[in-house]
């Protein structure tokens, strides 16, 4: 260790906050390199996945009705993330095109840029054309005289340019997403609105944005006008940070030779969901939201919940019994049966060879540890993770969501299977983050540190390599107690891209797509 850090090393170590012996766990994986996840199959319908009939989905509903005010519930979203990918395509167009040499027809045929097309035809449809159309005339005074390609060129520049709405550098969160009776929405308010469903009477719903401290007071802005909602802000702590190195796996230094830290990406906010003192959080991502979907959203909504507070009725049950030593091996079968058919949790080949006592110690370890319900959609070619059985180094089984990044890409099995998947991950889960005692979890001991990433980026123009803790719904809820229900593709619509406002889901009463500048 001396050999890698000097005495003022260390001193910013500690100023920091960081922990040195995850650093030192960083650069050993640095240098011997992360082991991949061994993919044992996907999980689909009837194995890893729950398919309910509407009789079913009925119940659970009326379930998480009927004793939902037995806890205390809040929503998770992070939404921190600034929305520079949302405008990756107009951005480019900005560095491109030369209004005083270049036609759109031309640069759209050269670059095969359909999303600057479909951005065209579709401006008077985005919820913040008017604002942008004021500003853009605002800044370029000598506007009623352009040319149309002229006018497109100053409309992109106005919504992208820190002299304009500058919308590429600031949070999703707070950017206009729906118009609904002439009043702007933000994926903030449609949040806000989805928190009705679990609010208790005479009492406030709760939901908490993780953020970027520089932009709190535009959330305030828009959280300040809401009296029957609780809306509490954290941000990703510094000490989450992860150290980044040099090709050769040696500490990346700055000019000023000091050590250089990243953010540690959305697994760091395992710790801000720990801070929470709620007893189920639902956890949803900040662009997901849908302007006429909501019914259908607060209806699986509900499954999701009826089916988390179900189980953890009889986990917490089972766990009590074996407290009062009630579980004898007569009925300890019953106990087997829950938690291989409704919590998909398999046991190993040897545990029926267990002493008795040694089984039921197993049990209740598995029993008691959080548990995270999972909303799955059909899988349509959408990037990012789905649902896959697991095995880890003992050869143990379990449900995991997992990312391309973790596999082995040089494995053509591992790479079949991952391709094979028949459903995605939307990120649409709900928590039980406290044991059958009322105690909060530490949610820090139920990370797999060992699935962290290590991915290539730049810093002053030299390749750097970065290290990305467990993501928040990956390693970091590892050995967590998870079940994988499929819901409605209706309950999904993100907004990656800004043309993504234009589909059916963002606009209002479904309205088709206007056109013109």
């Not at 340019?161 to 009776?181: Q, R, S, V, Y």
Request: hydrophobic share 35%; aromatic share 12%.
């Amino acid at each position: 260790m001396e050999k890698i850090f000097s005495e003022i090393d260390l001193q910013q170590i500690v100023k920091r906050g960081n922990s040195l012996e995850k650093i030192m766990q960083q650069l050993h994986y640095f240098k011997n390199g992360i082991p991949t996840i061994n993919l044992l199959k996907i999980a689909s319908i009837n194995d890893g996945i729950f398919q309910y009939s509407e009789k079913e989905i009925s119940e659970y509903c009326n379930f998480f009705d009927t004793h939902k005010d037995n806890y205390s519930i809040e929503k998770f979203v992070p939404a921190s993330g600034a929305a520079t990918r949302m405008f990756k395509s107009l951005n480019e167009f900005l560095t491109k095109f030369n209004p005083e040499k270049d036609t759109i027809n031309s640069y759209v045929n050269l670059n095969k840029d359909k999303d600057l097309s479909l951005f065209i035809v579709g401006l008077r449809s985005f919820p913040f054309y008017n604002e942008l159309k004021e500003k853009t005339k605002a800044i370029f005074t000598d506007y009623p005289n352009y040319n149309s390609d002229q006018k497109v060129y100053a409309i992109v520049k106005t919504l992208l340019t820190d002299n304009g709405l500058d919308f590429a550098n600031k949070p999703k969160g707070i950017l206009p997403f729906h118009i609904e009776n002439d009043e702007i929405l933000t994926p903030i308010d449609e949040h806000v609105f989805e928190t009705a469903f679990y609010r208790k009477p005479n009492e406030k719903s709760k939901i908490h944005f993780t953020i970027s401290k520089e932009f709190q007071t535009d959330f305030l802005r828009i959280t300040n006008k809401y009296d029957d909602v609780e809306i509490s802000f954290s941000y990703q702590n510094e000490t989450s940070d992860t150290i980044a190195v040099n090709a050769d796996n040696t500490p990346f230094r700055t000019t000023e030779n000091e050590l250089f830290f990243r953010p540690g990406g959305h697994g760091a906010l395992i710790e801000n969901l720990n801070q929470l003192q709620s007893d189920i959080i639902f956890i949803k991502n900040i662009d997901n939201v849908s302007q006429n979907n909501r019914e259908l959203n607060l209806k699986n909504k509900k499954l999701l919940g009826g089916i988390l507070l179900y189980l953890k009725k009889e986990v917490d049950t089972t766990l009590k019994r074996f407290q009062k030593n009630e579980i004898n091996e007569n009925n300890i079968k019953e106990i087997i049966y829950f938690i291989e058919t409704k919590m998909s949790i398999s046991l190993p080949q040897e545990f029926k060879m267990f002493q008795f006592d040694y089984q039921k110690e197993y049990l209740i370890k598995i029993l008691n540890r959080p548990i995270r319900v999972c909303g799955m959609v059909k899988n349509e070619g959408e990037p990012g993770g789905g649902p896959f059985w697991v095995q880890d180094e003992k050869g143990r089984p379990s449900l995991q969501i997992v990312e391309l990044s973790q596999i082995d890409l040089n494995n053509e099995n591992q790479l079949a299977i991952f391709k094979n998947s028949t459903h995605f991950n939307p990120v649409d889960i709900v928590c039980s983050v406290k044991d059958f005692e009322g105690n909060k979890f530490d949610l820090n001991q139920f990370i797999d540190p060992k699935t962290a990433f290590i991915t290539e980026k730049t810093k002053n123009e030299k390749k750097i390599k970065a290290f990305e803790l467990p993501g928040l719904w990956n390693g970091a809820m590892a050995d967590w107690s998870t079940i994988f229900v499929e819901v409605p593709i209706e309950t999904f619509n993100p907004v990656k891209k800004v043309t993504d406002l234009l589909k059916p889901a963002h606009q209002p009463n479904n309205l088709d797509i206007s056109s013109g500048l």
